[in-house]
């Protein structure tokens, strides 16, 4: 079946550095895509959204990139915080009208070193 | 603040026993969802609704159906909970397709 892939388990940050999280996507025909933040205990939090018809789109200390021709998402979070550890999932909707899975990749365990 | 509430936090059942996990979402939202997430393996859907008694299977309905009779409220059975049905279990609802989904607290549920 189609799959959402995150590029590495675990990025491990300084604090105050720039954090990048890859994804790679596999359908094409996706047209929405989501990156959530999950913290220990809880469920995923929406961070950013991007529809395909755009290709960057900026958020308050955070970016996501899309690049369709090689179906890649990625996560910037700028001047990255200890309370910006959690664990990082891309997610993609394919669908048609209002309906549609939203499917998930595996996640990125984001550490951010003091 | 849109709420998705699942009723149970933790939950421990019996090898095969019928389960029921129950969420609810208060924001009038069109579409529904249940995953279970398992360590190194994300979030994987295993049913979505998106009206009233309308459903699609996920990726992995074996074993699990579920039932959406009110808009608000869409539950997951386990017809005949095993062991390899211990998980997490989160539910999350959306407005619209291209919408971001709003997640429950999750569910753990222990098969013993």
């Known amino acids: 079946g189609e799959s959402v892939g995150l590029h590495l388990p675990t990025l491990s940050v300084q604090e105050g550095d720039n954090s990048i999280i890859n994804c790679a996507y596999s359908?094409?025909?996706?047209?929405?895509f989501i990156w959530y933040k999950q913290e220990s205990g809880k469920g995923p939090q929406f961070i950013i959204d991007?529809?395909?018809?755009?290709d960057k789109r900026q958020g308050q200390r955070v970016t996501v990139l899309l690049n369709k021709t090689v179906k890649h998402l990625s996560l910037q979070i700028a001047a990255t915080q200890p309370g910006d550890s959690a664990v990082y999932f891309c997610?993609?909707?394919?669908?048609?009208?209002?309906?549609?899975?939203?499917?998930f990749g595996q996640g990125t365990t984001l550490q951010v070193k003091p | 603040d849109v709420k998705v509430t699942q009723s149970s936090r933790y939950l421990v059942k019996r090898t095969g026993e019928k389960v029921f996990l129950e969420c609810v979402q208060d924001?009038?939202?069109?579409?529904m969802f249940w995953y279970r997430q398992d360590p190194g393996l994300g979030l994987r859907l295993i049913y979505f609704?998106?009206?009233?008694?309308?459903?699609e299977k996920g990726d992995i309905p074996e074993g699990y159906s579920v039932s959406r009779e009110k808009k608000e409220r869409f539950s997951l059975i386990l017809e005949s909970a095993s062991t390899n049905q211990t998980s997490m279990y989160l539910c999350?609802?959306?407005?619209?397709?291209?919408?971001?989904?709003?997640f429950g607290q999750g569910t753990r549920l222990t098969v013993v």
């Open positions: 999350a609802s959306s407005l619209i397709r291209q919408g971001q989904a709003f």
């Open positions: 359908n094409s025909a996706s047209d929405y």
């Open positions: 991007i529809r395909s018809n755009m």
């Open positions: 997610a993609e909707n394919m669908g048609s009208g209002n309906t549609g899975k939203l499917i």
């Open positions: 924001m009038d939202h069109e579409n």
């Open positions: 609704s998106y009206d009233v008694k309308m459903k």
